[in-house]
């Protein structure tokens, strides 16, 4: 029977293949090995992509946005609003500040993170609310924006998943003060090992975060600031240049997977299936659906060669690295009974319609 990976990074490379050649090439022949061409065209040309004026590239998305909040002026001690249905890289980066992560509920359609929980949450340590565009999906960001404003904080994105994802017409990563985003393997926009990047209008934040990534200096041997040493490899330039061609019409390739999905899964019963928000145009980082006897499903979809996952077991305020924060099961039950239901499906821009077919099938048998 057909097996169905989660996602296929085989059939992107083989399209980029040949330019990824001629790129490596030219790193070796001019051995630019750090900082050379190939990363200042890709930020260039992702900034373009964007809609903003700069991109930083760093070592990974956790540096993106650890580098984002110091810009920001994130402290020691701090506080730092972000969702409890995320992945931890997005509290993690708060905390290897010495900054205290506060998560807050998400809404129960999207699993964005709820304007009004944001809200509640607001107080006078507050330094940086932190919307995630989590799956491919823009947070709703008018409400976050105005909470923001009213409470003099600057708001830090969290693109790791929404490379292209649009909200009336704005691209993730153009609304708030800065944004940081991952370049993974597996994002919609994936280099060949770890990658990451920082997105910003401002030109004083762009300086600051550039200083930071390379241990503080704006010049060789001229330290301003303690910083770290967190640089977009050549290398992974390269990969992310030729992908970066490709990215829209990968992105809409994803749009017909989901339309495709959501076709086949329409009279299924017991399958919760996502919606687009109104105004936003996603771009479909992961399909997650929400059914009963997830994890029994799961193993059934595994043992038929379906690769299929769950973005994310563990809401961050119940992983042990966050037990400090005594918050226990009940704190946000949105967030709490989604990690219990969801299931992500395969999803990549090379899917088929056979592919997607068999997928439904055997996840309408493990649900008998």
């Known amino acids: 029977m057909m097996s169905v990976p989660f996602v296929d990074l085989l059939s992107q490379h083989a399209e980029i293949a040949g330019e990824v050649d001629s790129g ?20 260039e040309a992702f900034a373009a992509f964007v809609g903003v004026r700069h991109c930083v590239g760093v070592g990974n998305g956790t540096d993106a946005l650890e580098l984002a909040y110091r810009a920001v002026g994130v402290q020691p001690g701090g506080e730092v609003i972000v969702p409890a249905n995320t992945f931890i890289a997005t509290a993690e980066a708060v905390s ?10 998400v809404d129960p359609v999207h699993l964005l993170m709820d304007p009004e929980a944001v809200r509640a949450a607001v107080g006078p340590r507050t330094q940086a609310i932190v919307p995630v565009h989590l799956f491919g999906q823009v947070a709703p960001m008018d409400p976050l924006l105005a909470i923001a404003q009213a409470a003099g904080v600057p708001v830090v994105e969290d693109a790791a998943q929404a490379q292209g994802a649009r909200q009336g017409g704005r691209t993730a990563g153009t609304f708030g003060a800065i944004a940081g985003t991952s370049f993974y393997p597996g994002k919609n926009l994936g280099a060949a090992g770890d990658g990451g990047g920082v997105l910003t209008d401002d030109d004083d934040l762009a300086r600051t975060v550039r200083v930071l990534s390379a241990h503080g200096s704006p010049r060789k041997y001229e330290h301003e600031l303690i910083g770290v040493n967190s640089r977009l490899d050549t290398v992974q330039a390269v990969v992310l240049e030729a992908k970066l061609r490709r990215l829209e019409d990968w992105n809409a390739a994803r749009r017909v997977a989901a339309d495709r999905y959501a076709a086949l899964l329409a009279d299924v019963p017991g399958v919760r299936v996502p919606t687009t928000a109104p105004g936003n145009e996603d771009i479909w980082h992961l399909y997650v659906v929400q059914v009963e006897e997830r ?13 299929a996952g769950i973005h994310y077991p563990t809401p961050v305020h119940l992983t042990a690295a966050y037990a400090g924060l005594g918050l226990g099961r009940g704190a946000f039950p949105v967030a709490e009974a989604a990690a219990d239901h969801i299931l992500s499906l395969p999803m990549f821009p090379h899917l088929t319609s056979a592919q997607q077919e068999r997928v439904v099938e055997v996840l309408v048998q493990a649900l008998v």
């Open 96 to 105: 290897r500040i010495g900054a205290v992560p506060v998560p807050v509920d």
């Open 295 to 307: 994890d029994r499903v799961l193993a059934a979809l595994g043992d038929a060669g379906i690769g």
């Open 24 to 43: 490596l090439a030219e790193v070796f022949a001019r051995t630019a090995f750090i900082g050379g061409p190939a990363v200042g065209r890709f930020e």
